[in-house]
């Protein structure tokens, strides 16, 4: 394994499989299942009916948006002024533009389809049956359904239009599968995690595409390291006794360190984008966007994850 891992390093191309391969182990992760609220279950879950809640007044809604968008734009001069203040000269090409426009375009068709089929499962009842599964046949059932449906759509030649689109489609449903019981959070959890995953990997883009080429393509070794870290560390809760100092510590790397590596892999994958991109206009290789949005969705959703378990762990701490 170590000569593969370190072959992996060397060539950023041969790098891909393996790395995507990892980021799928830390989305199913079964014992995100273990988090989730305990609150009592009712009807409601599987409906898409909204709880009654206090709306808030318009002056604390206009608040609100006003601190999300300061913090938001602060972010994003902070990342811009931290990690890009080396820019490319002349802007971003027109095919380099054209080839990010519509790998974004893969990636958010992807997601929203994934929430799509994540509700109408959950709507379903069948988080219920998830949650009563053995978590390691979920998560070996996830792997193998996941990686081979990647595996799949990665190695299919992007000529083969039918066959790779059908492929990358069960790339997302497999996704959707296992992520679906993160829906017995709040709609406004998940709403608020959705906002920041997007504004975080917004901004960390924004500094990707514009910074000067391949300028974080040496990422891509530490962020493999970082990785295996994070994996390590999502199995703890499957391992060691609940509640002890060891599993608060491991939770703490899977959440936050988990944010800080896949906040790096997007700045890595997206300069990956434009590396391919230059490849692909001097025809040296294919253009595959479907390929490269599979990279930004593993992010996205990674990215996700974590900000839903902080945000639902910050609620329950509440009360």
């Known amino acids: 394994m170590q000569p593969i891992l370190l072959n992996a390093i060397r060539r950023p191309a041969a790098m891909k499989p393996l790395t995507q391969a990892a980021r799928n ?13 305990r609150a009592p279950l009712s009807k409601r879950f599987f409906t898409a009916e909204p709880a009654i809640v206090r709306r808030p007044t318009k002056t604390e809604a206009y608040r609100k948006l006003a601190v999300s968008g300061a913090i938001f734009g602060g972010a994003l001069v902070g990342i811009n002024v931290l990690f890009n203040g080396e820019k490319r000269v002349g802007g971003i090409p027109e095919f380099e533009h054209q080839f990010l426009k519509e790998t974004f375009t893969y990636t958010g068709m992807g997601v929203g389809m994934i929430g799509l089929a994540a509700k109408a499962l959950h709507n379903r009842g069948w988080s219920y049956r ?26 299919t030649d992007p000529d083969n239009y039918v066959q790779k689109h059908l492929l990358w489609t069960g790339f997302n449903l497999t996704q959707a599968v296992t992520l679906a019981p993160l829906f017995f959070y709040s709609p406004a959890i998940l709403a608020r995690a959705g906002l920041y995953t997007v504004g975080m990997m917004g901004s960390i883009s924004y500094v990707a595409a514009t910074a000067k080429e391949d300028k974080y393509i040496w990422l891509g070794g530490p962020l493999l390291g970082g990785l295996a870290v994070v994996c390590l560390a999502s199995l703890a809760p499957m391992i060691l006794p609940l509640g002890t100092a060891a599993v608060a510590g491991a939770e703490a790397i899977y959440l936050y360190g988990g944010l800080a590596v896949f906040g790096g892999f997007t700045l890595y994958d997206v300069q990956k984008v434009q590396h391919h991109a230059r490849l692909a206009e001097r025809g040296l290789i294919k253009k595959d966007t479907v ?3 599979i990279k930004l969705e593993l992010d996205f959703l990674n990215i996700f994850v974590r900000m839903v378990q902080i945000l639902g762990n910050r609620q329950n701490n509440r009360k």
Do not use: D, K
């Open 291 to 293: 390929n490269e949005s």
């Open 130 to 155: 998830l949650m009563a599964m053995n978590p390691w046949l979920v998560m070996g059932a996830g792997l193998a359904a996941s990686i081979g449906t990647m595996y799949g759509t990665l190695y």
């Open 25 to 37: 182990f830390t989305t199913v992760r079964p014992s995100v299942l273990r988090q989730l609220p």
